[in-house]
């Protein structure tokens, strides 16, 4: 159990766009343990998605998942763990959602950010196969935000308006969040 640093805002690497894993990769050591801190430092963290970067590893992997109801996020249905590596967003709905969303490397801030409504990626496996997978709802939104982090970006960069961000404590009291 290894529970890493979070690489915060402000810190050059986390913008920097990530470097894609060659076929060597899968299965070696490096990668099982980058994967393992991975799930480790998210619950330990109560993140609900994870980016290699975010614990200063700047490779195109990341998690997200939780299996119960999320005490960040309680108003979302469970998402299923899932691994995506050296993904590429293929096709994405016109229509947009908002949502407040958060980061662990921005802590304690939410801001309205839109998303597309669905997302369909092609990916990696740990074991290095390929799939493609069309999703939507929160589980679109999760993907959306940690693919962003593996391109070097950060949720407010795609924020509209910058007057919704806000800290966590003050929106959750003004009744703007749960
Ligand atoms: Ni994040």
Redesign the pocket.
Known sequence: MTVKNIVLAGTPSLRQASQPVDAQWFGTHDAKTLIHDLFDTMKARL?V???AP?IGVNLRVFIYGFEKAHERYPDQKPVPLTIMINPKIVAASAEKEYLYE?????PDVRGLVPRHDWVEVQAQHENGQYFQKRYEGFEARIIQ??F??IEGK??CDYMDDMRTLGITSALRESGIIK
């Open positions: 993140g998605g994870l980016a975010q958060g980061c662990l490397s921005v935000h940690e962003a982090h950060l949720f």
